[in-house]
């Protein structure tokens, strides 16, 4: 995908969620995936709270 749509996507989905972040998908942003993860009300991530749950999503057939 080119900058010009991958910027377009990023202003639509902020739009739709203010709450937002954009994740590489692997460690360092090296990747060219990206998540884009958007919250329902204010706050964003609870950060405390992911560290505790890191292991259910690290035990999950779906994700490598």
Not at 1 to 18: C, H, Q
Not at 23 to 30: A, D, F, H, K
Not at 37 to 48: E, Q, R, S, T, V
């Amino acid at each position: 995908m080119d900058w010009p749509t991958f910027a377009l996507i990023g202003r639509t989905f902020s739009r739709v969620f203010p709450d937002s972040m954009l994740v590489s998908c692997e460690p360092g942003g090296l990747s060219k995936d990206f998540l884009f993860i958007g919250f329902k009300g204010p706050g964003g991530l609870n950060w405390d709270l992911a560290r505790d749950n890191i292991g259910y999503a690290q035990r999950s057939q779906n994700i490598r």
